[in-house]
Structures are given as C-alpha cells and as structure tokens.
C-alpha cells in the first residue's frame, strides 16, 4: 500500500484539508481528511483532484497547430489540409506522434483519453497485414505516454449523403462495409489501461441502416458510442435535404442515443434535439478551442445540461491542450452568446472536466475508496493562482489555473508527472520532432 498526502483536496464536492489517500494497486483504498500525513506519505501540494478526462481527440490533429489558424476559410477549407495530414501517416510515424500528443496531455494532467480514431488503413485503402495496425499504434503510444486510452472504433463508410463511395484521403477511413468495420473493431481487444469503444463519425459518413449496426454492437458489449452531431449548420442543412430529419432525430431513429452515447460538439441543435438527448441521458462532449478555431459556433451548454444531458470536455483536435480551459470556456462562452453571467458553477465545470469525462469514456475515477487512484495537483501558487484560499480553490483552478499549473499526475497510484515534468519523456522534443516529420511529408 503506498500512501499519498494532500494539502488540499477535493473530495464528495468539496474541498477538503490535510487529506490522506491510500492506494492498494492501483486503486484507492481509502481518502481521509482533516488527517495527519503518514511518514511515507507522498506530498501533494496545491488543489488535488481526479484526473481529467480528454473525452475527444484526434491525436494527429496536434500536426495542424498553428499551420491552419491563420487567415480565412472554414471548417470544409480546414478539412482540406486535415485529409493532407492523414493521407502522410503510416502505423511508425502515428505511434511517434500520438505518444508525443499523449505526454502532452498527461502534463496537463489528462489521465485517459477518448481517441476518435478512423484513420484505418493505408493511403490507397487497403488494409494493413494486421487491419488494427493503426489502433495498435494508438494503443502503444498510450502506454508509452502513461495515460489511460479509450479507443474508439470510428465507423465511416461514405463521402457524404450525395457520395456513396470513399475517394482520395478518406479511402482510408472506411471498410468495406458496416460488417467489416465490426469485424475489425471485435479484433482488437481490450488489455490494461484499455478500453474500447465504437464511434459513428456522423450521419453524413454513416447510412441509418449501418448506425443501427454500430448503436446494437456497442449496446450488446455494454461499451460506449461516440459520434459527431451537427457541428455545423452545413451538416444540418445536408441531412434534412437528404433524409427530412436533423441528426438528432437519425440518431434517434437508429437506436444510437442513450446512457453510453455521447455527442460530440452538439453545437447547432433545435428544441427537439435538446430534448432527445436529455431524455436519454445522451451527453454532450463539448470542445470550445476547437470550435472557436474552426468556427463553429457556440453551443447551448446550459440548455443541454437542464434538458439532462451530462457535460464533458475535450481537445479535439488540439489547437491548445488544456481542459482546465475547455471547461471554463463552457461558461465564458456561452456569456458571450448570451449576454449574461453565471450558467454553470465551477464545481460542475470540474466535473465536466473529470469525474463525468471519466465515465463518458469507460473508467472509474474519483477521490473515492474503490475508484482508480489517478489525480493530478493543481499549484495554488502561481502568478495565475496566487492568492487562493481552500474556499476559491476550485473557482481559481477552473477560472485562472492553466495546463501549467499542473505540478503532478498520479496514475494508478503511481506518478506519472513530478514538478510539471513528465518522468520518461521529453515532450517538447518528442512533439517537436514528430511535427517536423509530418511537415516535411506534407509538403
């Protein structure tokens, strides 16, 4: 048993001092407060809380930072330059990258990853001698990095709903039919630090009939379903042309909302969508530096959450790697959109970025007795936090702190990162040279 001590912690939904933590394994076994450290106690100073959860990545994303956030265009122009970026990957130079991304995360204090991944096979569309070469790439780098990951088989069969067939870059993406993808998907198996997943990329990418496919495949398995809904008003627009109903309501039709679903962005949505995704406990993965990168749009976070859709945060596709930042945009940006203040408390922006992510993708975490032992600490004393006290603690880490002021990560009761570094790799130069590799390829 190894034992953990912290300054200040967060605890049942409140902040708590002087609390003892032990871990048997890499689960804790107890969490008390107002107790005096253990010898061999491990220090932890600052606010500490569970780990947080990246509940949507596109790890070869991080390649486009700052190469498309210049000037005009949209999201369709942006895409461009994204299927450029995916058509130079191969299994060895994915690994590379996504463990860099993986450590950059686990310094910000990411604890497991959702990864949204359809980059399936090669550039022609072929698949690999192990068709999961691919996921099996993903899934090592994730080790390597030391975060939990939960892989999501992406379904993608499609253009579009006027494009039956796959062409160029996206041959990659997609099997050759919903049965093959759910083959696939059955081959790759779960191991630790592993969860699976399914994932329909969007109703554009995926025929009705074949999301039934996925939704049940998932259900039967007890395993969770992610899927991108109405990120933009474009994407609407096409699914009503094409099948008279929003995407909400396809989803809906085909059996793919409920408890285990999530929806990511739900960003332009009717009062009929809010309501489908409420009343089946969809949640909703918000991504706001992504979305305001590509703008997308603003979207109703306090809407969803009152219709009863959970909340959780994710990166994307990394224009910045912060969730302290994702949850505290939940709320600044919607005062932005409406004009007015106060729509969520920063305890459920800290939720939204732990305890609730963790559960949209499959683990069990929080500073409680049975739950895996992964938290991170929060320096309340930096030029962003200094002046905090145990009562603004929370409010200083959603609304000030940043992925810099995470000084340590512990997962399954074990460090991972020390002083804010990570302890095996050398992120900057591993991301570094992973983005110099791509660059170059993409020329």
Do not use: K
């Given at each position: 048993?190894?034992?953990?001590?912290?300054?200040?912690?967060?605890?049942?939904?409140?902040?708590?001092?002087?609390?003892?933590?032990?871990?048997?394994?890499?689960?804790?076994?107890?969490?008390?407060?107002?107790?005096?450290?253990?010898?061999?106690?491990?220090?932890?100073?600052?606010?500490?809380?569970?780990?947080?959860?990246?509940?949507?990545?596109?790890?070869?994303?991080?390649?486009?930072?700052?190469?498309?956030?210049?000037?005009?265009?949209?999201?369709?122009?942006?895409?461009?330059?994204?299927?450029?970026?995916?058509?130079?990957?191969?299994?060895?130079?994915?690994?590379?990258?996504?463990?860099?991304?993986?450590?950059?995360?686990?310094?910000?204090?990411?604890?497991?990853?959702?990864?949204f991944h359809y980059v399936h096979h090669d550039p022609r569309g072929r698949a690999y001698a192990d068709p999961n070469a691919m996921g099996e790439a993903l899934v090592a780098a994730a080790a390597e990095a030391g975060v939990r990951l939960t892989l999501l088989d992406g379904c993608y069969l499609r253009g579009g709903f006027d494009e039956p067939r796959l062409e160029g870059p996206q041959r990659r993406f997609g099997d050759a039919d919903v049965d093959a993808w759910a083959a696939r998907a059955e081959a790759l198996g779960e191991r630790p630090g592993l969860r699976r997943g399914a994932a329909i990329h969007s109703v554009r990418a995926v025929p009705p009939q074949a999301q039934e496919t996925v939704a049940a495949w998932a259900q039967a398995r007890g395993l969770p379903l992610h899927v991108h809904v109405s990120e933009q008003p474009a994407e609407n627009a096409a699914c009503h042309a094409a099948l008279g109903r929003t995407p909400t309501q396809v989803l809906a039709e085909a059996g793919a909302l409920g408890p285990r679903t999530t929806a990511v962005h739900a960003t332009h949505l009717t009062q009929g969508d809010l309501a489908l995704l409420g009343g089946t406990t969809t949640a909703a993965c918000l991504c706001p530096t992504t979305e305001r990168e590509l703008?997308?749009?603003?979207?109703?976070?306090?809407?969803?959450?009152?219709?009863?859709?959970?909340?959780?945060?994710?990166?994307?596709?990394?224009?910045?790697?912060?969730?302290?930042?994702?949850?505290?945009?939940?709320?600044?940006?919607?005062?932005?959109?409406?004009?007015?203040?106060?729509?969520?408390?920063?305890?459920?922006?800290?939720?939204?970025?732990?305890?609730?992510?963790?559960?949209?993708?499959?683990?069990?975490?929080?500073?409680?007795?049975?739950a895996l032992a992964d938290l991170i600490a929060i320096d309340l004393a930096s030029p962003r936090t200094a002046g905090a006290t145990a009562e603004t603690a929370v409010a200083h880490a959603v609304f000030a702190a940043t992925a810099s002021d995470v000084t340590d990560v512990i997962v399954g009761g074990r460090p991972l990162v020390t002083e804010g570094r990570h302890r095996t790799l050398d992120v900057a130069g591993e991301l570094a040279a992973a983005q110099a590799e791509l660059r170059d390829a993409t020329r």
């Open positions: 048993m190894s034992a953990l001590h912290a300054e200040l912690a967060w605890v049942g939904g409140a902040v708590r001092r002087d609390v003892r933590i032990d871990c048997q394994g890499e689960r804790i076994a107890s969490v008390r407060p107002d107790a005096a450290p253990a010898a061999h106690a491990r220090r932890l100073t600052g606010l500490v809380v569970p780990g947080l959860a990246n509940a949507h990545s596109h790890a070869f994303h991080r390649a486009l930072r700052a190469r498309t956030h210049q000037g005009a265009g949209d999201f369709w122009a942006w895409r461009e330059a994204m299927y450029a970026l995916a058509d130079a990957l191969d299994p060895e130079r994915y690994r590379r990258l996504a463990r860099a991304v993986y450590a950059e995360m686990a310094q910000a204090g990411i604890t497991a990853v959702a990864e703008a997308d749009g603003i979207g109703p976070a306090s809407d969803l959450a009152a219709a009863g859709s959970p909340l959780c945060v994710g990166s994307d596709s990394h224009a910045v790697i912060d969730l302290l930042e994702e949850a505290r945009a939940i709320e600044l940006d919607e005062r932005l959109a409406t004009l007015a203040r106060g729509h969520h408390a920063p305890e459920a922006l800290l939720a939204a970025a732990t305890t609730q992510g963790h559960t949209r993708l499959g683990w069990d975490v929080a500073l409680e007795e049975g």
